[in-house]
């Protein structure tokens, strides 16, 4: 079982950047697909990002394009969430989750609510 811990979320105003980790525990951590997702109250859950075991294949909401970059240290066994040109909108519960059989995988599992994530972080972007 990978164990995962986010870190890093905060208070900021929009236009800010804000730098998200999460580092996890886990002997298989080299070999799974990762990702980025947040929920905000009333909301639904949402696929932020999602990087391929070696960082071969990521995907970015349309939302976030542009502004957040995945990148990913199987050597430190994290995974980095750098958001720019933070908006109200990006204001949510942000978590990371992984699964062994690839990202496609861990975006639809997440979505219906299965698969192994941390406890988040909040992030909060207002004037």
């Known amino acids: 079982q990978v164990r995962l811990v986010e870190s890093g979320g905060g208070s900021v105003q929009p236009g800010d950047s804000l730098s998200l980790s999460c580092a996890a525990s886990?002997?298989?951590?080299?070999?799974?697909?990762m990702g980025w997702f947040r929920q905000a109250p009333g909301k639904a859950r949402e696929t932020v990002a999602t990087?391929?075991?070696?960082?071969?294949?990521?995907w970015y909401r349309e939302s976030v394009r542009g502004r957040f970059t995945i990148s990913r240290d199987n050597t430190k066994k994290t995974v980095t969430l750098k958001m720019e040109d933070l908006k109200p909108e990006d204001t949510a519960i942000y978590y990371c989750?992984?699964?062994?059989?690839?990202?496609?995988?861990?975006?639809?599992?997440?979505?219906?609510?299965?698969?192994?994530w941390g406890q988040g972080t909040q992030v909060t972007v207002s004037s």
């Open positions: 989750a992984e699964d062994s059989r690839g990202p496609e995988a861990l975006r639809v599992g997440v979505m219906a609510g299965r698969g192994n």
């Open positions: 886990g002997r298989t951590f080299s070999i799974i697909a």
């Open positions: 990087i391929s075991y070696n960082g071969g294949e990521i």
